[in-house]
């Protein structure tokens, strides 16, 4: 058996060093690819999370507006007017002792939930893919026997992939008689349990808080 030669014994130690090299390069080149995924995927992130925001703030003014006014012509001013303080749409309670939720008013009961799309037709860039509406109402804390002052809290909610962005605003209502009374519109989607209203009367909601 003859012994290696200072050349071969040269040429392998070459080959090592050229697979180390070559080895550290690959693994370089890898972590450059995870870095760079990983900054992707964390500016995708934001990205998602500022478009649900900005999303969810700007549906949360623009109901606000529309309350503020409280057109006849409105479908949620209508829906509210038809469904809020009506035994088909219980308050929502909750103990003053545990904050647990009163049997009948607890969220199950309570809360309805909408979810809305875009309009058939427009491409709305970054628009996420679902929103939430959620409504419920409270009564008065000081009067709850008395229908004015009664709270309403609108929750909306904007998701797209794991992101998601929830703004909840209250409301309290104010009714008066106005000069010219006008009837709101029923309709079946509206007004589901067939419920009466005065209709002398006009609803108006002012924003309380929002966050």
Known sequence: ???LTKKENNQGVALIVCITVISILVIFCFSLLLVSYTLYASQNKNLQSDRNAEAAKTLAVSIRQELAEGSDQSYLCNYLRYNVQQESWPFYEVNEEDGSEVAGHGASDAKRYFNLTKTEGVNIEG?????ELCMYWMRPEKQ??????????????CRSGSQSYTIKSEYELTIFIPDIATNPVSSFS???????IDTSESWRWTLVSSE
């Open 144 to 157: 709850p026997t008395e229908r004015d002052k009664t709270r309403l809290f609108v929750e909306i909610t």
């Open 190 to 196: 509206i007004n589901p349990a067939d419920n009466t």
């Open 127 to 131: 628009y996420p893919s679902q929103v």
């Open 1 to 3: 058996m003859r012994s």
